[in-house]
């Protein structure tokens, strides 16, 4: 178990550094945002109350969209027939979903862009 995590974080990395962050409208934090962009006007609102609610309806909705496809993909996984497809298909999934939560060359520019405006 932890050789699989050490392989997933090493692809991960690897990729990252070798190819940075895909276009935007392929990387799964932008269709996050999307998502989060389309039902944050359905938040607002002149009532602050009503608008926290809101709030916590934009939120609520995201994390359940995010869950319930993680869950479909561990099921569709955990299917599987047999133990070393199922490490393999893991592993590619794993590196994958980490790849999207990283972004040492993205952070590196923008870290940069920060630098030399001070």
């Known amino acids: 178990m932890i050789i699989e995590s050490i392989v997933i974080i090493a692809f991960a990395l690897g990729l990252d550094f070798v190819f940075g962050d895909p276009k935007s409208r392929y990387h799964p ?9 389309k039902l944050t006007p359905l938040a607002k609102n002149k009532n602050e109350y009503v608008e ?11 994390v359940g969209v995010v869950v319930t496809l993680l869950l479909i993909l561990d099921t569709g996984i955990s ?3 047999t133990d070393w497809l199922t490490l393999v298909v893991s592993i ?7 790849k999207s939560t990283i972004a040492i060359r993205g952070m590196e520019r923008y870290a940069l862009a920060v ?4």
């Not at 630098?115 to 001070?118: A, F, M, P």
């Open 79 to 81: 299917l599987l027939t």
């Open 29 to 37: 934090t932008a269709w996050i945002g999307t998502l989060i962009a």
């Open 115 to 118: 630098v030399d405006s001070l």
């Open 92 to 98: 590619i999934i794993g590196v994958i979903l980490l």
């Open 52 to 62: 926290k609610l809101g709030g916590i309806f934009v939120v609520s909705i995201t």
